[in-house]
């Protein structure tokens, strides 16, 4: 429901940019929230829906402005294979490891595992804001 209303005001570079970083803290935040913090999990949670709509969501509304008409579903296929095919699919696998690279014994040390997808999200939007160029306006 934000996101009309938060493209309308910070352009959709900015939109793009938020819901990167969002993903990286919500990640944190899942890391560092637990029995002693849960505040800092239920944000985290709260935060997947604001993460999602202002990265896939806004991505897809980029792709549309951006191809021509004559290719837009193909183009929004694509990006559907990439982020709910391929990207869940390696997604799955790294993950995995993670898992498997943080079990001690019979112990997953959760904190850890989430330290790995917040360092990816925050690295995600640093990477984002430094390459993305909004196109210029005519």
């Known amino acids: 429901m934000l996101l009309p209303y938060a493209r309308r005001y910070f352009g959709l570079k900015l939109v793009i940019l ?56 193909t183009a929004q296929g694509f990006i559907a294979l990439i982020i709910s095919g391929l990207g869940a699919f390696f997604g799955s696998l790294i993950a995995g490891e993670v898992v498997n690279w943080q079990t001690f014994g019979s112990k997953i040390a959760w904190s850890s595992v989430w330290l790995v997808p917040g360092g990816v999200g925050i690295f995600t939007a640093l990477f984002f804001a430094l390459l993305f160029r909004s196109p210029k306006r005519h």
């Open 18 to 73: 938020m819901g990167a970083s969002a993903w990286g803290i919500r990640y944190l935040l899942l890391s560092w929230g637990g029995v002693d913090l849960p505040l800092l999990v239920w944000i985290g949670l709260a935060l997947h829906g604001l993460a999602w709509s202002f990265t896939a969501l806004a991505g897809q509304i980029y792709i549309d402005e951006k191809v021509p008409v004559s290719l837009r579903s």
